[in-house]
DNA sequence: TCCTTATTGATAACGGTTTTCATTTTCTAC
DNA sequence: GTAGAAAATGAAAACCGTTATCAATAAGGA
């Protein structure tokens, strides 16, 4: 009956807890990309007794999910924001206050594979990320 | 008499000292991107006494000042590798020995600036890595 | 309900990086 | 060369985000 490891369509791990669900309403409305401490300190604030440890572990099943996309911001530390499309995507992000935006760019995806297959490298990855200031900070 | 948060005035000020001649010399040598504890690990393996505060001092200076490149691997650590070009640039990055190769993809830089702006963002930065396994890994 | 197993969370540990601050070294001025 | 002020060094401690521990709790099927 364990069924711990199930493939399971993604998103529907975190459920059935109140914890798991707390968390998911809290992500559902943040605007921004936020550190697991800020949302941590959301839950709280909306009177939810939910563990910081907790808080961690859901965070990193569902961005190993695709349930939620994760940026470091220039101190190391990760953000997580809620995944509003589902394929493949990049984000422009606030510096300010972490809102993003979510963007495609598939002449990117095909230029990062390019410039590594003729550097003779295989197995090709690619982070891409924009930071700027959106119009509310500047 | 505190000096933390002005470590040093500015300019190219890693010289004149037996540890950041040392530290010149290793990271002319290193091929791949090396975080600053292996980079200590090499200096003490050539008989040089170096603290590791130092080489992390040094390593910060001359990151800000464009004399190496640093990039951040996937635990978030940082690595480091002098700079080969002087202009923009991104890499082309081994996972497994840290080799790398350094790009130019000015349509990439133009795509960045425009999503950016058809975003409404402004003052925008960018950063872009590709991640691969090399010839010889492969 | 009972029972097995997953989840939780307070706390401790972890690990990379930065701060502290007394000591050492460098550099400039004699 | 030497003195003295200013900068650099480094061992140790602090820092801080994150992960591991593990006893207690909660969930869901029989």
Redesign the pocket.
């Known amino acids: 009956?364990?069924?711990?490891s199930q493939p399971m369509s993604r998103g529907t791990?975190?459920?059935?807890?109140?914890?798991?669900e707390a968390?998911g309403s809290v992500l559902a409305e943040l605007p921004a990309f936020s550190?697991?401490?800020e949302i941590h300190a959301e839950l709280r604030r909306r009177g939810e007794?939910?563990?910081?440890?907790?808080?961690?572990?859901?965070?990193?099943v569902l961005s190993q999910d695709g349930g939620v996309d994760t940026i470091?911001d220039e101190?190391?530390?990760?953000?997580y924001r809620r995944c509003r499309s589902s394929g493949h995507h990049h984000h422009v992000t606030c510096r300010s206050c972490g809102r993003s935006v979510e963007v495609e760019g598939r002449a990117i995806e095909r230029w990062a594979d390019r410039v590594a297959a003729e550097a003779g490298f295989v197995d090709v990855d690619h982070t891409v990320e924009i930071f700027g200031r959106c119009v509310d900070c500047a």
């Open positions: 009956m364990p069924m711990s791990r975190v459920r059935g807890t109140r914890q798991a968390l550190s697991a401490q007794r939910v563990g910081l440890t907790t808080v961690y572990r859901q965070l990193q470091r101190s190391g530390e990760t953000l």
